[in-house]
C-alpha cells in the first residue's frame, strides 16, 4: 500500500466520521439519532465477515501450499476478524441499551456473534496449545477452514430464520435497499473505509511477520 | 448538562475524530517502522 493510498484512506474516513455524525439523518422508525450507529456498527461486522472468510482462505492456500506465510496471513486476518466482530459487539450492545433497554438480550444477532466469537477465541486457545510450527499451521488450518465455513450460517442465515428485535437488513429479505440516498452513501462510504483499515491492518501485521521469519532464517 | 445535551452532536463528533486521528498516525508511525527495518 503506498502513501497516497493511506492518506486518501485518512481524509476519505474523516470525511465520512465528519458526514455519519454532523450530516442531517432522516427519520428511520422511532430511532431518531440511535439511527446514525449503522455507519460504523455494520462496517464492523461486514469486515469481521471479510476477515474470517479470508481466513478461510488463506487456510486453504497454506494446505494447499505448505508455505508458513499463509498460516501468518490466515491468523492474522482471524485476529482482525475477532477484534471488528468485539467491536460490532460491543457497538451494538450501546445502541441495545437505549433501544431496548438492555445492553444484552441474546437476541439472534447477539448470540450468533457471540458464538462466532467464542469459535475464533478456540482458534487462538489452539494455536497457543501447539508448539511445533507446522502442527500448528496444519491445525489451525484446518480450524479456520471449519470455522470459516460457519461464518455464513451465523452472519445471515441464523438471524434470518429466527424471530429478532434486530432492525432489517440493508439487503432485506425481498432483495431491497430500503434507505434514504444519502443515508446509503454515507453508509457505503463507511464500508469502504472500514475495508481499507482492514487492509492497511491486514499488511502491516504481514510485514512484521515476514520480518520475524527473515530474522528466524 | 445544558451545554452537553445541545452540543451533543459536536461532542461525539470530537471524539471520534480524535480516536481516529489517533489510530491513523500510531499505524503511519508502525508502517514507517517497518519499512526502516524492511530496508535494512
Known amino acids: 500500500m503506498s502513501y497516497v493510498l493511506k492518506y486518501f484512506l485518512f481524509v476519505w474516513l474523516t470525511a465520512v466520521i465528519i458526514f455519519a455524525i454532523a450530516a442531517p439523518i432522516p427519520a428511520v422508525g422511532d430511532m431518531g439519532e440511535r439511527a446514525r450507529i449503522l455507519y460504523f456498527h455494520v462496517p464492523a461486522a461486514w469486515v469481521s465477515t471479510v476477515a474470517f472468510i479470508m481466513a478461510l482462505f488463506y487456510g486453504a492456500m497454506y494446505i494447499k501450499k505448505r508455505d508458513i506465510i499463509y498460516d501468518h496471513k490466515a491468523s492474522s486476518s482471524a485476529a482482525l476478524g475477532l477484534m471488528f466482530a468485539v467491536l460490532a459487539t460491543i457497538t451494538g450492545a450501546i445502541w441495545a441499551r437505549f433501544e431496548w433497554g438492555a445492553f444484552w438480550n441474546w437476541d439472534p444477532r447477539q448470540t450468533s456473534i457471540f458464538v462466532l466469537i467464542l469459535i475464533y477465541g478456540a482458534y487462538f486457545a489452539l494455536r497457543s496449545a501447539v508448539e511445533s510450527e507446522e502442527q500448528r499451521a496444519k491445525l489451525s488450518s484446518v480450524y479456520s477452514i471449519l470455522a470459516g465455513i460457519t461464518v455464513p450460517f451465523f452472519i445471515f442465515v441464523f438471524p434470518r430464520i429466527v424471530e429478532s428485535l434486530h432492525p432489517d437488513p440493508i439487503v432485506n429479505s425481498s432483495g431491497k435497499v430500503k434507505m434514504n440516498t444519502n443515508m446509503l452513501l454515507i453508509f457505503l462510504s463507511s464500508l469502504a473505509g472500514f475495508t481499507g483499515i482492514y487492509a492497511w491492518m491486514m499488511n502491516l501485521r504481514v510485514r512484521i511477520a515476514k520480518l520475524k521469519l527473515r530474522e528466524g532464517n | ?40
Not at chain 2, 11 to 26: A, E, M, N, R, S
Open chain 2, 1 to 40: 448538562m445544558d451545554f452537553i445535551w445541545i452540543n451533543q452532536t459536536f461532542i461525539v463528533l470530537g471524539i471520534t475524530l480524535i480516536l481516529w486521528i489517533g489510530l491513523f498516525f500510531y499505524m503511519l508511525s508502525v508502517d514507517m517502522k517497518i519499512k526502516k527495518i524492511e530496508k535494512e
